[in-house]
């Protein structure tokens, strides 16, 4: 976030939109006090904006806990969200495998997410079930990503303009 944290803000009511159901204890400075820390360069935690005509779409955070309860290891993928105009035209799997990406530069074996509502999202990108178990009143699915050798749908979903906050281009592409 450090090229653009101007739009902290709009990012987090997007998270606050999306998510306030599920975490109504936290408001909308809270979103962005927590965003804000999320700012770093090639490093966890980092965050990544997927820009479209150069506007924010979308944003994917690469954490080291996602989950209070802290009983699976490190990183993780988190908060992966694409404003509604943007779905449908492959952001939102491209940020995933940017993020996946990025773990694995930083030396991660595994990647790992929770998810209330989207396993079959991410099992068509290769992510497998973990655990199941209830959390914030819910119950979630726990999935891994491993991350060694090839990630065989980085390129299938590579977003025309992508820009990231955190970890710079997307891999591949030119700064
Ligand atoms: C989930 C989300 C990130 C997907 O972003 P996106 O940019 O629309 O996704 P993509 O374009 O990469 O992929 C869309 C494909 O996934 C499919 N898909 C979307 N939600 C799905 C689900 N719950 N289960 C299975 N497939 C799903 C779509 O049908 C579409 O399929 P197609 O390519 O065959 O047409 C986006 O819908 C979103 O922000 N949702 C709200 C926040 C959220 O739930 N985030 C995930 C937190 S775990």
């Given amino acids: 976030m450090a090229d653009h944290r101007d739009a ?3 990012l987090a009511r997007w998270h606050q939109d999306e998510w306030a159901s599920r975490t109504p204890h936290l408001n909308l400075g809270d979103r962005i006090a927590r965003l804000e820390n999320l ?14 005509e150069d506007r924010p779409a979308g944003f994917a955070c690469l954490v080291a806990h996602d989950m209070e309860t802290r009983r699976y290891p490190s990183p993780w993928l988190a908060s992966v969200l694409v404003a509604p ?23 991660a074996n595994d990647l790992f997410l929770y998810t209330f509502n989207k ?12 655990a199941r178990t209830d959390y914030l009143g819910a119950s979630v ?6 991350l060694a050798g090839h990630l065989p749908y980085l390129n299938s979903y ?8 955190g970890g710079g281009p997307p891999p591949g592409e030119p700064s």
């Fill in 8 to 10: 902290i803000p709009m």
């Fill in 141 to 146: 699915a726990v999935m891994v990503r491993h």
């Fill in 85 to 107: 105009p943007y779905r449908g035209r492959g952001i939102g799997s491209a940020l995933s495998e940017w993020v996946a990406e990025e773990a694995r530069d930083l030396g």
């Fill in 158 to 165: 590579r977003v025309p303009s992508m820009r990231g906050f």
């Fill in 39 to 52: 700012v770093g360069r090639h490093q966890i935690p980092s965050t990544f904006v997927a820009l479209v």
């Fill in 119 to 130: 396993e079959a999202y991410y099992t068509r990108l290769g992510w497998k079930v973990l």
